[in-house]
């Protein structure tokens, strides 16, 4: 019987895992069964608009960009998500982002095109929580049959 190895024995195998994503919480940019997603070790601190890859005390491995960090750690939330994740400790992040993979093109973390997004991800996401309010309070209102 084959045990599937983890995330963390892989980087500690390789020092890289490239897998594809599962899950809708880091759309547009990163979307299931179109990108492929390179994780490095990490090496250091974190800063803001870094997507690491760390493991939550259930055993869940989640994708979320850095939105703040502060001395009990860092503020992460997905890309597509309203709610933000507090204080995901250092002990805790597996790896970090370096590249997305789309249509054979590599964009890179270090890239103005990945930059350019992070920017608006995490700069505009009063604006985004603030349209999926309103978003939210228009289908509860037009979706009640009269």
């Not at 055993?59 to 009990?72: A, C, E, F, P, S």
Request: aromatic share 10%; charged share 30%; glycine share 8%.
């Amino acid at each position: 019987m084959n045990n599937p190895s983890t995330f963390e024995q892989q980087l500690d195998e390789h020092g890289r895992i490239i897998y594809t994503n599962v899950g809708d919480s880091m759309m547009p940019f990163i979307k299931q069964g179109r990108d492929v997603l390179v994780i490095e070790k990490r090496e250091g601190a974190l800063k803001k608009y870094d997507v690491p890859l760390y493991k939550r005390p259930s055993g869940q491995y989640v994708l979320h960009r850095i939105h703040k960090v502060t001395d009990k750690g860092y503020v992460t939330c997905g890309d597509n998500r309203a709610s933000r994740e507090r204080y995901v400790l250092p002990e805790q992040v597996i790896g970090v982002l370096t590249a997305v993979i789309r249509d054979g093109r590599e964009i890179a973390d270090k890239s103005f095109a990945f930059k350019l997004y992070a920017h608006l991800g995490c700069d505009g996401y009063f604006i985004r929580f603030a349209l999926g309010k309103i978003r939210a309070l228009f289908r509860r209102i037009f979706s009640k049959k009269h």
